[in-house]
């Protein structure tokens, strides 16, 4: 096992990390920018290491400081976390070039899976369902036309190198396609340097469903079932639950076996998440696979009992995953509330200075955050403040653990989203289970 751990993230998430380290006795290594000196994570990780300014590509981003921090300290491992440079492959070879170990999975899996023309075909190939679509980027408009009356409006025009929500154009009508495709085209570029675009088919109304796989050096791959994330805005998830209302046992299985398919065709190690869209009808499609550890982690913790982060870290050392996949038991249910420093209606971002603070506890209560009463929030990151979790014998019991916790949750001081989230709770369609991709849009339409 490794003797120390450098993190390369902040906020929650590198806490989340510290926690695993603290229980397998290893020794961990914050790295944190000149913003976040106040944070927990360097308060709570053995040693810490100033890595740059506030903005990210000069700190969290910048390769060269982070590896010097793991050597001047004698890291052995990198743990990413989430964002950041998580799917970086470049930085993994050069942390392979400095012999410090990549907690995740190798650059040839993270780069076919950052690709999402390229994923999609692997997974074609793989025999691992897709939607109707391009093979590979478009060329030309021309061919871009001809594909997209074949396969049927509406289409969805997304960029190859795209993620976090963007990059994505869902075309309606023939005439509006060569317009989108050349926008899309020119975002991409400026968003992400890649210009290359691809087209599949638009579903209307499908659910988000996900299923979380780890695997080892060994070729043993198991799936932990799925989260429901169709709680979405602007495609970002907000409200994530496990087990999903809507997924019979049978199709857990089915999907699953789908998704240890994907993760096996790339040679797939750790932890990852295969994302499906679901159709009411039984039928799903690969959507894309996030090769490292997701926000929402959390609540396949809750429901299995298991602990992701630990085994990352276990197989990045060369365990084995002693896990079978008959031995994944999904008990009762977990919610989980993404807490944002934001307006619960404008959503306009509210960085600033956190004057009261409190954490709701009890009964089935799980709270991931690194803020505190005193606590400023940066403007520079991301505004996830904190993750509140829940899990129930059953969904309605989660649901009004759920309630309960944000009810005694207090953040003052900036603005945040709890009220967005306690009238969701309240919603009679979120109640019944009843959601699909466009939830929040019609959430918002009932509401006014
Ligand atoms: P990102 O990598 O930016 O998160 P994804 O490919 O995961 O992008 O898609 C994000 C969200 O966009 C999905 O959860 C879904 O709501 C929507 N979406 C993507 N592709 C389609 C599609 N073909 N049809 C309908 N909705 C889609």
């Not at 019979?248 to 790339?266: C, D, N």
Request: with cysteine; aromatic share 6%; net charge negative.
């Amino acid at each position: 096992m490794f003797k120390k751990i450098l993190i390369a993230n902040r906020g929650e998430i590198a806490l989340r990390v510290i926690w695993a380290c603290k229980e397998l006795g290893i020794k961990t290594v914050a790295v944190y920018s000149e913003a976040d000196r106040l944070s927990l994570h360097r308060r709570f990780a053995d040693e810490d290491v100033c890595i740059g300014p506030a903005p990210s590509n000069q700190s969290y981003l910048n390769i060269p400081s982070i590896i010097s921090a793991a050597e001047i300290t004698g890291a052995e491992a990198i743990h990413p976390g989430y964002g950041f440079l998580s799917e970086n492959a470049h930085f993994i070879e050069v942390a392979q070039s400095c012999k410090l170990q990549f907690i995740g999975p190798e650059t040839h899996a993270i780069r076919t899976m950052g690709n999402k023309a390229m994923a999609r075909d692997t997974m074609n190939a793989a025999g691992v369902p897709i939607l109707p679509g391009s093979d590979g980027p478009i060329s030309d408009v021309t061919a871009a036309k001809k594909l997209a009356d074949e396969i049927g409006y509406p289409v969805i025009v997304k960029a190859s190198s795209g993620g976090g929500g963007r990059g994505m154009r869902v075309v309606n009508k023939a005439d509006e396609l060569v317009d989108a495709v050349n926008l899309a085209r020119s975002e991409a570029e400026i968003a992400f340097g890649d210009s290359d675009v691809y087209i599949e088919k638009y579903l209307t109304n499908p659910r988000h469903i996900e299923i979380q796989v780890l695997a080892d050096h060994f070729g043993h791959v198991i799936h932990l079932g799925e989260r429901e994330c169709s709680i979405q805005r602007r495609h970002q998830k907000i409200i994530e639950e496990a087990p999903s209302p809507v997924i019979t046992e049978e199709m857990r299985q089915k999907m699953g076996l789908a998704a240890v398919e994907a993760a096996r065709a790339v040679n797939y190690r750790g932890a990852g998440t295969v994302e499906f869209l679901y159709n009411e009808d039984g039928t799903f499609y690969f959507m894309e696979m996030n090769t490292r550890i997701q926000v929402e982690h959390g609540i396949t913790e809750l429901v299995t009992g298991l602990d992701l982060v630990k085994w990352q870290i276990r197989i990045a050392a060369g365990e084995k995953l002693s896990i079978q996949q008959s031995d994944v038991v999904m008990t009762g249910h977990a919610v989980e509330c993404r807490l944002n420093a934001e307006h619960p209606e404008t959503f306009r971002p509210s960085p600033g200075l956190i004057e009261h603070f409190h954490l709701p506890g009890g009964p089935g209560v799980r709270v991931d955050s690194a803020a505190y009463a005193g606590y400023r929030v940066p403007p520079n990151y991301d505004s996830m403040i904190g993750k509140l979790m829940t899990h129930g014998a059953d969904r309605a019991e989660a649901v009004s653990r759920m309630k309960r916790a944000l009810g005694l949750t207090v953040i003052e001081g900036i603005d945040t989203n709890i009220s967005l989230h306690t009238r969701i709770m309240d919603d009679p369609f979120f109640l019944k289970g009843d959601m699909s991709t466009r939830f929040m849009e019609q959430f918002f339409a009932r509401q006014s």
